[in-house]
């Protein structure tokens, strides 16, 4: 039989945004894939070039909808290593606790998607749902639901409301007995894992290869998470464990995922047990940076985000470089496409956490 | 399939795995959903409370904007402009005063609160509008006017932070209006224009005699009062000869 190209893409619901897969079939079997973006540039890499740097912040946020405090986090701390800045401790401890929440709130959106990918609506309710706690919980620190502005270059914008560690603790509480019904509803369903189990397979070797980061790297059996092998803020400060899985598969994906939830809402209990009290927890910056370079980067929820800071002595940056892991992923997505059927696409490229937001720019 | 992956399997699902575990899963939530009914709203007539540090548009207490500016330069989409309208205060029988007030293009605005972040006189504030859908663009520009909000408080906002060389130090933090940039002047560069004096929102800049010139005039040039200045910038943007710097509290 003749060989075809399908466009999967720039609209269908499999993509999660704009972008095209590009697919050759042979019949039901996927020899060749060609992921092209481009739908969604905003040459925001030029953009920053003439805004303030406290302007930027805003503008970081709206890389990534699903997790925009850890955009705006990476970026004020390539800003800091160029100025120069310490950070206090209590800003610190702020950072990593709403990390980790927003790692908790874009897994679950995560969760949400994949779920109407394979067909599971309730999948996608009971996640949206749980998720609206967490969007509750950022509103009433920072002021807003999704684009936060609440990193500072030096600091954090405000401190914790009253009540809100009491808040934290209960929604926690009623989260954990959540991922357990989720295990219930997805891990011990047959029909659920009869899509997952055995696709897309990767390798760690293929993994490392291709640059690939993130969960789909640990899913793979490699030990690699940048809170412990380049730890920033405080993390090394706290206990906690690496997840990964062998399988290599978008089953590993899964169960990682699951598991970095687990392990996010143990890490804000161990933050709110080392945190002090009070304290400032904002540092005045200088308004220009001075010449030179800075790099940043920490763990996305997706995989390592970076950004490369060129200084010129003005208020300025020269040049603002961002690594997106997801760039690099579905740069590999051919290599993990190849050889499946057309009907496993929705998920093994769900399962890669697609915002197409940082990977376009 | 290896052997491994069949038998993690089996000891996963089991007998009652398949769909029954996630049918019972989702009829307890049915049940509590039904128990627990209404889970929704009936939006325009019943809203949600926000919570305290809810940023919804910007507003502005007239009588306390002095028309410096900030809000202007720190806008990250720049959506606020300075236009000039009549003061609401007038005294009797005169024509109201003309006064720079910020106009918004709430079109465009981010919502960041930048604006009332950076106001040294908590004119600009943070409201909780959320409805701000228009039938037209232009209808989207708030004039000073339209901007203006009740005021309540909590509405401003007041950031504390520490310089840099204190940091980890017993130090208070303070407003930002507490440690202020001072603008320096290069007397090489003042051609004694005194336009930083006419424009100074706070007026804070007096022009002093230093001397004569070979012809016989005065040379005047201005001098910063550190207790007036906000570091609104003001000067720095006008001075034609970029004589003045702002240095920095560190």
Redesign the interface.
């Known amino acids: 039989m003749a060989e075809m190209w399908i466009n999967m893409g720039p609209q269908h619901p499999m993509t999660h945004g704009l972008w095209n897969m590009r697919i050759k079939v042979d019949g039901e079997t996927i020899t060749d894939a060609e992921p092209v973006i481009g739908y969604l540039h905003r040459g925001w890499e030029k953009m920053v070039e003439n805004?303030?740097y406290?302007?930027?912040i805003?503008?970081a946020d709206r890389l990534c909808y699903g997790s925009a405090f850890t955009w705006s986090h990476v970026y004020c701390m390539a800003v800091e290593k160029l100025m120069d800045?310490?950070?206090?401790?209590r800003a610190q401890y702020i950072r990593a606790m709403s990390d980790e929440l927003q790692r908790i709130g874009n897994h679950l959106m995560w969760l949400a998607a994949i779920g109407t990918d394979l067909g599971n609506l309730?999948m996608f309710l009971?996640a949206t749902r749980d998720r609206e706690m967490f969007l509750d919980l950022f509103?009433?620190?920072?002021?807003?639901r999704m684009?936060y502005?609440y990193c500072r270059v030096?600091?954090v914008?405000?401190d914790s409301?009253p009540n809100w560690t009491r808040d934290l603790v209960r929604t926690l509480d009623y989260f954990e007995k959540r991922l357990k019904?989720y295990d219930?509803?997805?891990?011990?369903?047959?029909?659920f894992?009869m899509r997952m189990?055995?696709l897309g397979y990767m390798s760690a070797k293929d993994c490392i290869n291709a640059g690939i980061t993130g969960p789909v790297l640990r899913a793979s059996g490699v030990k690699q998470d940048l809170r412990h092998n380049d730890p920033y803020e405080i993390y090394e400060e706290l206990d906690w464990n690496i997840c990964t899985h062998d399988d290599c598969d978008t089953w590993a994906r899964y169960r990682v995922r699951m598991m970095e939830m687990q392990e996010s809402v143990n890490i804000v209990r161990d933050i709110l047990k080392k945190m002090p009290e009070s304290g400032?927890?904002?540092?005045?910056?200088?308004?220009a940076a001075p010449v030179g370079t800075a790099m940043a980067r920490m763990e996305d929820p997706r995989g390592e985000s970076l950004m490369y800071l060129v200084g010129d002595g003005t208020d300025k940056p020269y040049r603002l470089s961002v690594r997106s892991p997801l760039y690099v992923i579905i740069s590999a997505s051919p290599q993990l496409l190849k050889g499946y059927r057309i009907a496993d696409v929705p998920s093994i490229l769900g399962m890669l956490d697609v915002c197409v937001g940082e990977m376009d720019r | 399939m290896t052997d491994k992956q069949i038998s993690r399997k089996e000891k996963q699902l089991g007998l009652t795995g398949f769909i029954f575990k996630p049918m019972y899963i989702t009829m307890k939530q049915f049940i509590k959903a039904v128990v627990n009914r209404p889970q929704t709203i009936l939006y325009p007539w019943e809203k949600m409370a926000t919570p305290d540090a809810f940023r919804g548009r910007p507003g502005l207490i007239f009588d306390k904007c002095i028309g410096c500016g900030i809000c202007m330069r720190i806008c990250p989409t720049r959506c606020i402009d300075l236009v000039e309208v009549d003061d609401l205060k007038k005294a009797e029988g005169e024509e109201p005063k003309k006064v720079k007030r910020p106009r918004v293009n709430l079109g465009r605005c981010l919502m960041c609160g930048y604006c009332a972040e950076y106001c040294p006189t908590d004119a600009m504030i943070v409201t909780p509008d959320y409805e701000l859908a228009t039938f037209s663009r232009e209808e989207a520009i708030y004039d000073p006017y339209m901007l203006q909000h009740d005021w309540k408080p909590g509405y401003e906002v007041h950031i504390k932070e520490v310089l840099p060389s204190e940091v980890n130090k017993v130090f208070e933090p303070r407003l930002r209006i507490e440690h202020k940039d001072i603008p320096v002047l290069d007397d090489e560069k003042c051609i004694s224009c005194t336009r930083c004096a006419k424009d100074c929102p706070v007026d804070a800049v007096t022009m002093v005699e230093v001397g004569v010139n070979e012809r016989g005039r005065p040379i005047r040039k201005p001098v910063f009062d550190a207790e007036k200045c906000i570091s609104c910038d003001t000067c720095v943007e006008v001075c034609p000869k970029d004589a003045l710097t702002m240095k920095e509290a560190l």
């Open positions: 805004r303030l406290p302007q930027i805003p503008m800045i310490e950070v206090p401790e309730t009971y509103t009433s620190l920072t002021g807003a684009t502005n030096g600091g914008r405000n409301p019904e219930m509803l997805v891990d011990q369903s047959k029909l894992r189990e055995g400032p927890i904002r540092v005045k910056p200088p308004r």
